[in-house]
């Protein structure tokens, strides 16, 4: 079955009961314990409920994935992924990570004496040169955010499992149907089901995929005892977005490689990075693993001024944190996504007062650049 068809039918789209075309919003917090004192499928949505569980089911399948695990948003997947470690642990992380991760890491993990460390991702040598005896995750984004920097996947979970160590990856900016991290030997995948999974700006919620039995119950015990299980409506507005995925991360991830295209000759841009320009470090591994650029993509002006000329400017493109809505989306990680990291971390990873981020939507792409172009003018 291809992708578009499996958005459509490669996972419980019919109720069983009453042979809906919907998955229905079961919205009940309790349910009746018709057959105590034995066991039934459905006690409380905390532990289980049937729209919950289909959009589960809907991630498992999309990444190719035997299990799924749904929760609150993006950040609460991650923790319940970090959450699999214990005190003593080490966790190995590329250095151009999202900034709630990092803030996650540096804030949370060291609480519960947690040992991590930083590395280029792009730099296979460092991944080695980092695993240590207590060395028991790697945690991967590719591409990363907000910079775009490209991990060679398939390479550091080799790595990985020739150390006994777990591989975790942020599949967000990509999506299953770009990129499939286990299928290149990642152990977990991890979602912000908020941006394109749901596609409309209008949910919060976080999956997670896995084909390990083992890492599948530690998750579902993470979910269940830290009580981060999304609600009913954004699971149901995820199964009802998730259905169109291709046919918009197709117009999307075209919109943008003409806006890059555009920007890479602009005088007023500094640099663009976006993984299907030629010139974008990592390109060729990206394509290796990747089958588009996606619809994600930053550039670099000359000054804050040209910044704030831009974002005051522009007519089309919503000013907003996050991203993967249909309509496109003008961020600023300096003050959005990376605030809460140092200035001097901010710097270091190169999230500096003059990049932006643009998410790029499903508008016509002449009139995107025309205002674009207008704005930088």
């Not at 977990?188 to 083992?214: E, P, Q």
Request: glycine residues 8%; contains cysteine; charged residues 20%.
């Amino acid at each position: 079955m291809k992708f578009d068809t499996k958005l459509l039918h490669g996972y419980p789209v019919i109720d069983k009961m009453t042979g809906a075309a919907s998955i229905p919003k079961y919205q009940a917090s309790t349910f009746h314990q018709s057959e105590f004192p034995n066991k039934q499928q459905y006690t409380y949505t905390r532990f289980g409920n049937p729209t919950i569980e289909a959009a589960e089911q809907a991630i498992a399948g999309l990444e190719e994935a035997k299990y799924g695990v749904a929760f609150s948003s993006g950040v609460a997947a991650i923790t319940a992924t970090l959450f699999l470690l214990k005190s003593g642990d080490h966790i190995v992380l590329g250095k151009n990570i999202y900034g709630g991760t990092f803030q996650l890491v540096t804030a949370m993990l060291k609480k519960f004496n947690i040992e991590y460390t930083f590395v280029d991702e792009t730099d296979i040598g460092e991944w080695k040169s980092a695993v240590k005896e207590n060395t028991k995750m790697f945690y991967l984004e590719s591409p990363s955010n907000p910079l775009l920097t490209i991990t060679d996947l398939a390479e550091i979970a080799k790595i990985a499992k020739g150390h006994e160590i777990l591989t975790a990856c942020d599949n967000t900016f990509m999506t299953p149907y770009y990129q499939n991290p286990i299928k290149l030997g990642v152990d977990i995948v991890i979602h912000s089901a908020t941006k394109f999974l749901g596609g409309h700006s209008d949910i919060v919620m976080g999956l997670v995929a896995t084909n390990d039995s083992h890492l599948y119950e530690g998750l579902r015990t993470n979910q269940k005892i830290i009580g981060s299980i999304p609600g009913v409506e954004e699971s149901w507005l995820m199964l009802r977005g998730i259905k169109t995925l291709s046919v918009r991360m197709d117009k999307a991830s075209k919109n943008a490689l003409d806006i890059a295209h555009f920007l890479s000759r602009h005088s007023a841009v500094k640099k663009v990075f976006y993984p299907s320009l030629d010139e974008h470090e990592g390109n060729r591994i990206h394509e290796k693993q990747s089958k588009s650029g996606g619809a994600i993509l930053s550039f670099e002006l000359h000054s804050e001024e040209s910044v704030n000329k831009l974002f005051n400017n522009a007519k089309i493109p919503i000013v907003a944190v996050s991203l993967g809505g249909v309509e496109s989306i003008l961020s600023y990680p300096w003050t959005m996504s990376h605030a809460c990291m140092s200035e001097k971390e901010r710097f270091e990873m190169g999230v500096t007062p003059t990049v932006v981020r643009l998410s790029v939507g499903i508008e016509n792409s002449e009139d995107l650049i025309n205002d674009l172009k207008l704005s930088l003018e």
